[in-house]
């Protein structure tokens, strides 16, 4: 039983799997395009089939002796692995929204910010607030605009037990349910406001 070596490894996250005249071995494992399995074939007469359908020869199980490969059209199975690839990248990035804030902001910005991130816990994503403070701003205004900006998240409750102070940051994640045991700026169990 042969195993990819890592340049072939390499190759294959660089290009994708190998198709066509790069299969290299004398019988493959072959799928059809419509997904029936068609028991060990010699290479040669896999791609003649492959090549009257118009379609490529992809070898997409490697590691088992002799490699399987699928009939399929290339470029429309990469297309889908890299959409895959991207969403869920998307849902990723969909986490954590995050307001940021400074301590000589003004009061409309901060009441936009606020309504803004409302709306995200509203829709179920959990909600970051940051302050930053610039230059010479002493810590403690940093941190009472902070806390005034907290007073609008009373109903919602928070992941970190109080804000947490890194450099020039401050920050606090809620979380949209609302109710947490024990933590800042949330409801109790069973408590209804």
Not at 49 to 55: F, I, T, Y
Not at 108 to 119: L, M, N, T, W
Not at 125 to 137: C, D
Request: charged letters at 40%; hydrophobic letters at 30%.
């Amino acid at each position: 039983m042969s195993f990819d070596t890592k340049r072939e490894k390499e190759m294959r996250k660089k290009f994708g799997p190998r198709k066509n005249q790069y299969i290299k071995v004398h019988e493959v494992q072959l799928i059809d395009d419509k997904g029936e399995n068609l028991g060990v074939v010699q290479t040669e007469k896999a791609l003649a089939l492959a090549e009257e359908r118009g379609l490529d020869l992809v070898e997409v199980g490697a590691t088992v002796q002799p490699p399987v490969c699928k009939i399929m059209d290339f470029a429309k199975f990469m297309y889908l692995q890299e959409k895959k690839a991207k969403s869920s990248k998307k849902s990723k990035s969909k986490d954590i929204k995050e307001f940021r804030f400074t301590a000589v902001i003004d009061k409309g910005d901060i009441e936009h910010r606020v309504k803004r991130a409302k709306e995200y816990l509203q829709k179920g994503f959990p909600v970051k607030i940051t302050m930053f403070r610039k230059g010479r701003i002493p810590k403690e205004q940093a941190s009472e605009v902070f806390d005034s900006i907290l007073t609008n998240f009373t109903d919602y409750s928070s992941i970190e037990p109080e804000p947490v102070n890194e450099g020039r940051y401050i920050f606090l994640t809620f979380k949209p349910d609302g109710k947490t045991k024990d933590k800042q700026n949330s409801k109790k169990e069973g408590e209804d406001v």
